[in-house]
């Protein structure tokens, strides 16, 4: 593993979260330093915790803990993605498929979690 930026989880959660800037975008002034700010908050982080968790590596109980960081956030984002929804700030179209990307960061953060050496983890 060369690079933190050839991880499936680095790449699909950076794009989830650019998908939701953009999404967020169209959201009501009111909701900025609420719902927008949350949401593009937690997605980023799911990203960035992805980073961390690959510096961490050298120590598989730290890359696990961080790992569990990233999967937290991704169940953030979720939780705010079902609040877009029911608010009517995006449509079930555009839910849909956040949602399935967010699915799919969720699966491979639980494969990395459960298979720390695969990904460099204590070497």
Request: hydrophobic share 35%.
């Amino acid at each position: 593993m060369g690079n933190y930026k050839d991880l499936l989880l680095y790449q699909k959660s950076f794009r989830l979260a650019m998908e939701i800037f953009v999404v967020t975008k169209q959201f009501p002034k009111e909701e900025t330093y609420s719902l927008t700010d949350q949401i593009r908050r937690s997605s980023r982080s799911t990203n960035i915790c992805t980073v961390e968790a690959y510096r961490k590596r050298k120590y598989p109980n730290h890359f696990i803990s961080k790992l569990t960081d990233v999967d937290m956030e991704n169940s953030e984002t979720q939780g705010w993605l079902t609040f877009a929804k029911e608010c009517g700030y995006i449509t079930n179209e555009i839910y849909d498929g956040l949602f399935a990307l967010s699915d799919e960061v969720g699966k491979l953060v639980q494969y990395m979690i459960n298979n720390p050496g695969k990904f460099g983890a204590g070497q």
